[in-house]
Structures are given as structure tokens and as C-alpha cells.
């Protein structure tokens, strides 16, 4: 589904090249993200400014990404689109998330 | 492709797999704004059209051969009606789930990872009418433009 990394070694920046992540590509999703993620960065960034939209297999996605990490490693979401945002916020799953506007935003903030 | 009733009504049938859902849903997106959508509902109804056609796919057709899912909307000044049809296994009881989300829990690894497709169609629509008939699902899901109309 296309996902591409940048590490500074503490984060790891992925962004999604996808226009939505469905029930179409969670799976996919899921299993491109644990490729991508093996490497031991302890905060992951995940931009999603390019993403028009998302459904709840596709949150269920992201969700089990963050599982995958394991206790000590956290994901971030960067630049979701107003959909997106929608989304994470009537499921409240923004209250379990960092949710960052910009990717900027979410590198200026690490500690957040 | 898309075959049309009268100017404000848009039709669409695909077979009920997730990738031609996936297509089915964003060109109904692109067809009802075309048409007029406003487009501050733009998002609520693709969320829901989304999460009610998903169900088709994953739930009505599930253990059986997958058919098909017709979707028709019909576009008024007011407010928007979406019915969706398929001829996959029935509702649960024959009636929509109440939509409850599952709960979040406190610790990571209990993050429910679904059930909340029905959570966020109710959110979303105005009103949701469910009934079986001649072995055919059908659920209307409507979106009324102003709040109070």
C-alpha cells in the first residue's frame, strides 16, 4: 500500500502514500507497518497528511500498529485530514492518540 | 456505470468484495457532490455510507458467495436518503445493532481494534430504517441537511 521511513534514529518518521486506508488495505497496512517498524526507534511518527480518508478497519489498523510496538514505543499521528480527524474523534480515539496538525508539530513536540 | 434515475438521483451496483467497495464508495462520494451534496455533509455521509457497505461485505455475505450491493441515493434539497440493498444473510434479529462502541479500556493491548462501524453510522445519520424482504437486505440510512429540519 506503500508506505515509505525516515529514522534519526530516536524517531522514525513513516508516511503513508495511500489516499485512504479502507477495509480494502487494513491488513496490508498492518503488515506494512510491522515491516517498517522492526527497527527499534522509540517513538514512531505516523504522517498522514496524504490520507483522504479512513474507515473504522482502517483505524482498527492503526490501532493494532500501535499494539505491535509493545509497551516501551509509542506511534504518533501526524497531519490527518479533517475526515481522518473526525473519525479518531467521534470513537474517541483521540483521547488515545497524540494527534499532531502538522508533522512540524509532532517533531517539535517529542516529549509530548 | 452509473445509471440515473433524474437529476438528483444516483444509483450504483458492485459486486460485495472490499475492493470494489472501496471503489463504490468514493465514486458515490465524487457522484453526490457532483449532484449537490453539501459539502459540509460530505464527510459524515462517506464515513457511513463506508462503515454500512463494509458490513455488507464482511457480515451479509460472510460463508456465503458474495453477491452483490446495490446502492441508491436520492438527493433532495433538505436532506439525503441512501438505501442499501444486498440478498446476503439477514441482520441479527432483524434489526440494526444499537451501535454501543466497544469500550476503550485502560491499557493498550485492550484497544478494541473494531465495532465501531455501527457506533459511527448512528453518529452520522439522521435516522436508520432496517427491513428484510423477498430474501433481500435493505437499509436506508437518511442525512437531513439542518439539524432542526
Known sequence: ???TST??????????HSDRIDAAMAIQ???DMRAETEACADRVVLDLSGVEFIDSSGL????ASMKQLGLNRKLDLAGPQPVVEKVFRLTRMDTVFNLFATLDDALSEPDR | MEPICNATCLELSFPATETEASTGIAKLSAGLAKRGLPP???????????EA????VEHAYMDVAPAGVQVTCRLDRNRLDILISDTGHPLPGYEPPDGTPAPLGTRIRDLPEGGFGWFLIHQLTSDICY???DGCN???LRFNFEEDG
Open chain 1, 29 to 31: 497496512f498492518k503488515e
Open chain 2, 53 to 56: 457497505i463494509n458490513n455488507v
Open chain 2, 138 to 140: 435493505r437499509l436506508s
Open chain 2, 40 to 50: 459540509h455533509k460530505a464527510d459524515d455521509v462517506k464515513i457511513a455510507l463506508a
Open chain 1, 1 to 3: 500500500m506503500g508506505l
Open chain 1, 60 to 63: 482498527g489498523a492503526i490501532v
Open chain 1, 7 to 16: 529514522s534519526d534514529g530516536t524517531t522514525q518518521i513513516i508516511t503513508v
Open chain 2, 131 to 133: 427491513e428484510r424482504r
